[in-house]
């Protein structure tokens, strides 16, 4: 009778990149539902001339490359910046004094800051004072200006108020403002069909993968996919892979 073990597969863990060849921690990437590699390859084949009904003679499979893909539903900053090849600044609470803006009757307008209070409205250089609940309210961190407003409409296109207010920190992303990143990504799990068995998997080189598609509304948690491909490591000696290699605890 044979005999089998079973290396059934159920896999839960983290991922953890940083910066190819930085001397700096891995970072989690946070909550992650899916994570694959995928070899791709081209094949060269002949066909059996010497018979009628044709066929295949031989056949040569090559390796083209490895793509990767995972799913993000972490979307924070930090993550925002990796995969929308941006920036994110940390800004702390604080205030913004005599803020101008170009305020419509009937709209809404946004601050430079999500504003948290709004201290003061006044016309530009600091006259008349406007009256909140009545001249103006509060608004998804904006101002919105009643039609009712004794607040006057702009003239052409020029600041007819201005704010002083506070607001909360936050982060700020700037997206597709840097070149793409190359990173380490390392993934560390348990097989939980194993009862747990550590695994551990380098990609030693990859390219910044970018997000193809953020979910800004919906019915459902949102999520992000982010797709790379893994790039030959060459400081990688023979006999290992330049690629990625796999760890699992028996």
């Known amino acids: 009778m044979i005999s089998e073990p079973d290396y059934s597969y159920v896999g839960s863990g983290h ?3 940083r910066e190819y060849g930085s001397a700096a921690p891995f ?3 946070g909550n992650c539902s899916a994570l694959s590699f995928s070899p791709q390859s081209t094949s060269i084949q ?5 018979s009628p ?3 295949q003679r031989n056949r040569v499979d090559r390796v083209t490359g490895v793509d990767y893909s995972f799913t993000v539903h972490d979307l924070h900053g930090e993550n925002l910046a990796r995969f929308l090849r941006g920036t994110s600044t940390a800004v702390v609470a604080g205030t913004a004094t005599a803020e101008q803006l170009v305020a419509y009757k009937g709209g809404w307008t946004p601050f430079g800051k999500y504003a948290a209070t709004i201290t003061s409205v006044k016309g530009v250089g600091g006259t008349p004072t406007y009256v909140a609940g ?3 309210e509060l608004d998804n961190g904006g101002i919105f200006i009643p039609s009712t407003s004794t607040i006057a409409n702009p003239v052409s296109g020029a600041a007819n108020c201005q704010v002083d207010y506070t607001f909360a920190a936050h982060t700020l ?3 597709l403002v840097s070149s793409a990143k190359q990173y380490t990504l390392i993934f560390v799990g348990l097989n939980e069909a194993r009862s ?4 551990r998997v380098t990609a030693h080189k990859i390219s910044g993968g970018v997000l193809a598609n953020m979910g800004l509304l919906g019915e459902d948690y949102a999520s992000g996919e982010v797709s790379g491909a ?3 490591d060459t400081s990688k000696g023979a006999g290992l892979s330049k690629y990625f290699s796999v760890l699992m605890v028996a």
């Open 27 to 29: 970072l989690s990437v």
């Open 230 to 232: 893994l790039l030959s």
């Open 196 to 199: 747990g068995s550590p695994v």
């Open 53 to 55: 009904g044709g066929g």
């Open 46 to 50: 002949l066909t059996d001339f010497t």
């Open 134 to 136: 009545t001249d103006y």
């Open 173 to 175: 992303t700037e997206a």
């Open 15 to 17: 991922i953890l990149v």
